[in-house]
């Protein structure tokens, strides 16, 4: 069973940056495409970032691209989300999630596409 757990979100003035890391046990790390979401209460799950198993190719949200940036250490078992610029929109619970297939489905904006999930970090931006 795949475990992830996030961390590195707080409260941060409008214009900041924040690193999430996300720590993943129970499988072998580079055999796992990654995810990122966010929520806010009342509404669904929004993608942010998607990084394949190797870290060669990334994908992002419309409403952090240019802001966000995916990375992975497969050395030590995590991804990263670097968010710059930060806006009180940003304002969420954000999720790191993976499937269990191997390669990162074509439908990897989708919650759903997903097999496991962290607890989420809370990220606060003050404007």
């Known amino acids: 069973q795949v475990r992830l757990v996030e961390s590195g979100g707080g409260l941060v003035q409008a214009g900041g940056s924040l690193r999430l890391s996300c720590a993943a046990s129970g499988r072998t790390f580079s055999t796992l495409s990654m995810g990122w979401f966010r929520r806010t209460p009342g509404k669904d799950y929004e993608f942010v970032a998607a990084?394949?198993?190797?870290?060669?190719?990334?994908y992002y949200g419309d409403s952090v691209k240019g802001r966000f940036t995916i990375s992975r250490d497969n050395a030590k078992s995590t991804v990263f989300l670097q968010m710059n610029s930060l806006k009180p929109d940003d304002t969420a619970v954000y999720y790191c999630?993976?499937?269990?297939?191997?390669?990162?489905?074509?439908?990897?904006?989708?919650?759903?596409?997903?097999?496991?999930w962290g607890q989420g970090t809370q990220v606060t931006v003050s404007s």
């Open positions: 999630a993976a499937p269990s297939s191997w390669s990162l489905p074509t439908t990897y904006k989708i919650p759903r596409t997903y097999d496991y």
């Open positions: 990084i394949t198993r190797s870290g060669g190719t990334t």
